[in-house]
């Protein structure tokens, strides 16, 4: 059973940065799809960005050139670093991993972190 944990979030004014960490199992990292989804009141859950089991990377229109995705193998985390936040990124941010390589099937999913940027 895949366990999810995220730490990093906070309160940040508009036009700082902050790093988000997912910590998960070595075969979930290593194999699967993962990814930070994010969801705001009142607003659908959005993915932000995904890195796949290759180490390909996605973003949304919203996060390019503004967020990174990363991984570290040796201590089993991705990152999302987030520069020039702004006052609509303020979400809960969650991190999820996918059952393969492909980012698709969504199926764990951590307690999430809350961003807050004013």
């Known amino acids: 059973h895949v366990q999810l944990v995220e730490s990093g979030g906070g309160s940040v004014q508009a036009g700082g940065s902050l790093r988000l960490s997912c910590a998960a199992s070595?075969?979930?990292?290593?194999?699967?799809?993962m990814g930070w989804f994010r969801q705001a009141p009142g607003k659908e859950r959005e993915e932000v960005a995904s890195?796949?089991?290759?180490?390909?990377?996605t973003y949304a229109d919203a996060a390019k050139g503004r967020f990174s995705i990363s991984k570290d193998n040796a201590q089993n985390t991705i990152y999302l670093q987030m520069n020039d936040l702004k006052p609509e990124d303020t979400a809960m941010y969650i991190c999820?991993?996918?059952?393969?390589?492909?980012?698709?099937?969504?199926?764990?999913w951590g307690q999430g972190t809350q961003v807050t940027v004013s």
């Open positions: 999820a991993a996918a059952r393969g390589a492909s980012c698709t099937r969504w199926t764990y």
């Open positions: 890195i796949g089991g290759a180490g390909s990377r």
């Open positions: 070595a075969y979930t990292y290593r194999s699967a799809c």
